[in-house]
């Protein structure tokens, strides 16, 4: 569940050079300029841990035993 927060989360915030103005020559002006790594594994490391938080509960509480036939 990491890797699906994550890899969304990696364009969101980021500026290109070519947004501010500042084209480092040699390089893509698509290229970004400054990347907020910290946050970058923060956000994704506390959402796979509330993913893996509400599974262990659901399973943990039967909520789907209604799912399962029982024979």
Known sequence: SW???????????????????NVVPGTER??????????K???PTAGAALCTFLLWLTL?????DFMIPKT
Not at 14 to 19: D, I, P
């Open 3 to 21: 890797w699906l927060i994550f890899l969304p989360l990696l364009s969101a915030g980021t500026r290109s050079q070519h947004e501010t103005d």
């Open 41 to 43: 594994f923060i956000v």
């Open 30 to 39: 698509a290229a970004p300029v400054a990347i907020s790594w910290r946050w």
């Open 60 to 64: 943990h509480m039967h909520w789907l």
